[in-house]
Each structure stands twice: as structure tokens, then as C-alpha cells.
């Protein structure tokens, strides 16, 4: 039986833990019968599921795929091998549009998102947004989420290509605003924010001022003469798109 080494494992840790199977399921809140339907349907568990009680369990998920000599087993022929995945939270909105007012929802409003680990990016702080607007609906289309990384987290400029959140600081009244896009730099430092759209609507880029390329910390900045103050912020790293009905035409 496929999982019959899976299984071993968690009754084995059940049984140095003082558990039932139903009870240990029920803490994990993965249904009071997860252990005891792996048991009657031989079926493979998802991943999210064995977490949550590896978690419960306090061990690490791998130890689940070890045998009785505490080897590992690799074969997925043998068992399931999960995705490393972790938690992360959806802060807010960006307009994949013209500029519009960035504002971060209260912490108390952000909402939780399981998503696969980025393993370029594990040991950074890694956020998500909703699109809004449709001046980017060629690749992110309104509604999806993307998942971002601050470049001054990750230590490195923006870079010719990448999908980029833009904000931009009105020193006239203190607002700020943000926008998605895919940033082109320009051999004489000028920098273009393009959208990828199907709406006529968008199709030219942003241009903003030129933008220093050594290093500074936090993404590139405008030139603290320019008026507003622009700073690219934020890498997109992953998106997540929730599919609705499809054009077959």
C-alpha cells in the first residue's frame, strides 16, 4: 500500500504522544476522520492537511517520510512527498492602472494565504496584493493576487523586466500612491513602466524621471530634486489567479 510507511510513521508518534488518531485530527483541524480514512482508503493526504498536523504533532513534516531506520524515503512511488509551503498575508490593493492611493488595510484586516515556498526568496518577509483595474489583465487580470518581496529586503535594485510596485510620494500633500508594472531601464537611466493590457486605454508606459542605479537600499529613487518622490518598492514574485469562466471563441 502506498502510504502504509506514512501511516506507521504518524501511529508510531501518536502512540509516543498518548493520542488517538481522531483526537490528534481533530487538534489539527483536519477532519476528526483524516488518520482513520488514510487508514480505510489507502489515499495520499495533501500536503496543507499533513502540515497542519505534523504542527500538531510538534515534528517536523519530513519526519513523516522516514522508515524505522530513520532514513528517508525518497520514492514517490512509496509516499507523498509535500510542497514546502507557508503562510503568508494579503496586506492590501495595488492599481494596475494609472497612479491611485496606496493604503495598507489594518492589521487586523489582513488576510491569511497558504501559498508553495519561493525557496530564492525563504528568509524574506514576502507579502500579497489584490489587482485592481485591468492595465496589467494580460498577466495579472483584476482580482488575482500577487505575491511581492520589498527590494530593500532582498538587497538588490530593480532590473530590467521585472514586475514592480511603484509608489509615488506627492510632497505637496503628503499622499502616496501606488501602481503595478513591468519596468524598462533605458541605457541612459530613464525608466518606463509599462502595462500589458488588451484595453486600448493602456498602452504607454509611465515615464518617470531618471532613476539612480547604484544601490540604495530600498528599490531605485527618483532624484530627490524630482517632484513628486517616486520609489519602485516591491518585486512581484508569484501571483494567484482565481479562474472564472473562459472565451472559447
Given at each position: ?9 504518524i501511529e508510531k ?17 483536519v477532519?476528526?476522520d483524516f ?13 496543507d ?5 505534523a ?9 513523516f ?15 507523498f ?5 507557508k503562510?503568508i498575508?494579503i ?8 497612479w491611485n492611493v ?6 487586523n ?22 489587482v ?6 494580460l498577466?495579472?487580470p ?23 510596485i ?7 500633500t503628503d499622499?502616496?500612491?501606488a ?29 518617470l524621471?531618471k ?6 537600499g ?7 530634486a ?15 489567479n482565481?479562474?472564472?469562466?473562459m472565451?472559447?471563441?
Amino acid at each position: 500500500m502506498k502510504n502504509k510507511i506514512l501511516l506507521n510513521q504518524i501511529e508510531k508518534i501518536l502512540k509516543e504522544k498518548g493520542l488517538s488518531a481522531r483526537k490528534a485530527s481533530i487538534q489539527a483541524g483536519v477532519g476528526e476522520d483524516f488518520i482513520r480514512n488514510l487508514r480505510r482508503y489507502n489515499n495520499i493526504p495533501k500536503t496543507d492537511k499533513l502540515l497542519k498536523l505534523a504542527n500538531t504533532l510538534d515534528v517536523d513534516v519530513n519526519h513523516f517520510l522516514k522508515n524505522d531506520d530513520e532514513k528517508k524515503i525518497t520514492s514517490q512511488s512509496e509516499v507523498f512527498l509535500p510542497i514546502p509551503i507557508k503562510t503568508i498575508h494579503i496586506r492590501g490593493e495595488v492599481q494596475a492602472g494609472q497612479w491611485n492611493v496606496a493604503a495598507e488595510w489594518p492589521k487586523n484586516e489582513w488576510i491569511p494565504l497558504t501559498v508553495p515556498l519561493d525557496s530564492r526568496y525563504k528568509n524574506f518577509t514576502t507579502f500579497a496584493l489584490t489587482v485592481k483595474g485591468d492595465s496589467m489583465n494580460l498577466l495579472y487580470p483584476e482580482g488575482t493576487i500577487v505575491i511581492a518581496v520589498n527590494f530593500a529586503d532582498i538587497g538588490r535594485n530593480p532590473e530590467d523586466g521585472d514586475c514592480v510596485i511603484t509608489i509615488r510620494r506627492d510632497t505637496l500633500t503628503d499622499c502616496y500612491e501606488a501602481t503595478l508594472k513591468i519596468i524598462q531601464i533605458k541605457e541612459d537611466g530613464s525608466v518606463l513602466l509599462w502595462p500589458k493590457s488588451d484595453n486600448p486605454n493602456f498602452v504607454r508606459p509611465i515615464i518617470l524621471p531618471k532613476i539612480t542605479t547604484e544601490y540604495q537600499g530600498n528599490g531605485m529613487d527618483a532624484d530627490i530634486a524630482a517632484i513628486p518622490d517616486i520609489t519602485i518598492q516591491s518585486l512581484v514574485i508569484g501571483s494567484y489567479n482565481i479562474v472564472g469562466k473562459m472565451n472559447i471563441k
